[in-house]
């Protein structure tokens, strides 16, 4: 449900009970106060800086009364006044540029309510399923991470309470870290990749940053889209509430609605594991249908604040099980990608992937599903942030993708879009052999084409032994050893991603035409 006045929001009114709206209201009035700020706003807290515009609302009475909202701190400011409707308040501050701390008081007649130490920066959601919300006590070297926090005292973490519901709410139901300086006993408990992501980014744009993580282990994309992104992928079914975290939209209601009005920098995401064995093979049209419908309604929330096409990075599949030969994190890893291979792409825009494949971890207790590479991995996106978020000219964030493949009766040559550095492998590029002009799937003939030479920019591979239809690289649960793949960037030490490719079937602009320019054949 929309927080805004109708003549900003009336775009995007969601209905809400108003059994819902009254509950809220009584939660925080419970001790009497005319005057409060929504669950997610606190002490300790970031709010988003210029250009954007940061929103602040909360709950008052009377009725129609008038609620100011004043900063003090490095500046002065005082808004217009609002007016409470429906116990509700809302203001949109004017832009301020990054720093602090503020003081943020909202009045409403002869009471008020103040947030202390706050501060303006960027500020970024973090969400998915268990990998990010792996704590930061159980990575490597956790010891000396923790002991680092608080040199990042403008980097301040925000923990959503593990709720479900089955109707959009208004407001968060539950906190289970509220905002706070990093210190190590609470940053113990944090998503390890976002609070990574946050340092490493604060170390190069120096201002502060805000995490929010609302994630939750063992939960498919399904579960934090809304019915709207669902209904265009016909995964809507009227499936029935059960009180399960796995149910259709149950944490987009009670984790990411409530916090549509919170004016955001960009998104993290680190999910995918629960979809390699549910509605496997739609994760190509249900994540990016769930990335477009968070874009649109935080944009909407936020009154316009949240850029419609905000940035979105997520980390693509690691491991699970060496030696698998189970088909279903390669396709996932592929779905993440829209099946294209790289992001950003025509179905994926401002989007941004930090691969994994290469990041395994077989003596995780935690299970081999949870690596503790994380510092990795928040590095990645971190690569993948200044390069879409930021606009850093020549940032690379992908290893090396193909751009061209040439066909001989005795070899394939790949061409790739970098330098590569290349070692010799045996098994990880595969050919399908088939005379058919059709797709090849899993239960085709796939044959291991090793690696014969390479140049700087190109590797060729033995394909002799029958007539090729499809090749793929990296086709995988389990590629490679600790960041022992065969191809990665030459000057980046990015691994190349997984792909496949389709000759007669499927090229890289999505076409169903036999991409002739892509994948050429050489008498």
Request: with cysteine; hydrophobic share 40%; net charge neutral.
């Amino acid at each position: 449900m929309g927080l805004s006045t109708p003549t900003v929001f009336c775009a995007y009114q969601l209905v809400t009970s108003v059994l819902i709206i009254w509950v809220l209201i009584l939660q925080v009035f419970s001790h009497d106060q005319p005057i409060g700020f929504a669950s997610y706003y606190g002490n300790h807290m970031v709010l988003q800086k210029s250009p954007e515009r940061a929103i602040l609302w909360g709950y008052g009475r009377p009725e129609g009364a008038q609620v100011t909202v004043y900063l003090s701190g490095p500046m002065k400011y005082n808004s217009s006044p609002v007016t409470v409707q429906n116990g509700i308040w809302r203001v949109t501050l004017d832009p301020i540029e990054a720093g602090g701390p503020y003081n943020v008081t909202a009045t409403l007649q002869n009471s008020s309510a103040t947030l202390m130490d706050v501060l303006f920066g960027d500020v970024w959601l973090c969400s998915g399923q268990s990998n990010m919300y792996f704590e930061m006590s159980k990575i490597f070297n956790a010891s000396e991470e923790l002991a680092l926090a608080s040199n990042y005292s403008h980097v301040r973490p925000f923990m959503v309470a593990l709720k479900m519901n089955d109707t959009e709410l208004t407001d968060l139901t539950g906190v289970t870290l509220p905002w706070f300086v990093p210190e190590a006993s609470g940053l113990s408990q944090f998503s390890a990749v976002c609070w990574l992501f946050g340092r490493y980014m604060y170390e190069k744009l120096n201002y502060p940053i805000g995490l929010v993580e609302t994630c939750w282990a063992s939960t498919p994309v399904e579960a934090w889209s809304s019915s709207r992104a669902l209904q265009k992928c016909e995964l809507d079914q009227n499936k029935k509430y059960s009180s399960s975290r796995t149910d259709n939209s149950v944490l987009w209601n009670a984790m990411i609605h409530p916090l549509l009005n919170m004016t955001i920098k960009g998104a993290l995401w680190y999910q995918g594991e629960r979809n390699s064995n549910y509605h496997q093979n739609e994760y190509n049209c249900s994540f990016p249908a769930m990335i477009d419908d968070w874009r649109m309604a935080f944009h909407l929330g936020s009154g316009g604040q949240t850029a419609m096409d905000f940035p979105f990075g997520f980390v693509q599949l690691s491991t699970n099980k060496n030696g698998s030969t189970n088909d279903t994190f390669p396709n996932i890893r592929w779905h993440q990608t829209a099946d294209k291979g790289f992001v950003p792409n025509s179905r994926l825009q401002r989007t941004f992937m930090a691969v994994a494949l290469d990041l395994p971890d077989e003596t995780s207790p935690y299970e081999t599903i949870h690596p503790r590479h994380k510092q990795d991995i928040a590095y990645r996106l971190t690569l993948g942030a200044r390069a879409v978020a930021y606009n850093e000219k020549d940032v690379v964030f992908l290893g090396p993708f193909p751009k061209q493949i040439l066909s001989t009766p005795m070899y394939i040559n790949i061409t790739y879009d970098q330098a590569v550095a290349v070692k010799s492998s045996k098994d990880i590029f595969e050919i399908c052999c088939s005379q058919l002009h059709g797709p090849c799937g899993p239960k085709s003939q796939w044959v291991p084409a090793p690696i014969v030479q390479w140049s700087s920019t190109s590797i060729q591979i033995a394909a002799n032994v029958c007539d090729v239809a499809a090749l793929r690289y990296a086709w995988k649960d389990w590629p490679c050893d600790f960041k022992a793949c065969p191809v990665y960037g030459a000057k980046t030490a990015l691994p190349a991603p997984p792909f496949i490719f389709d000759r007669y079937q499927v090229n890289t602009s999505g076409s169903t035409d036999n991409n002739q320019s892509f994948w050429k054949d050489v008498l």
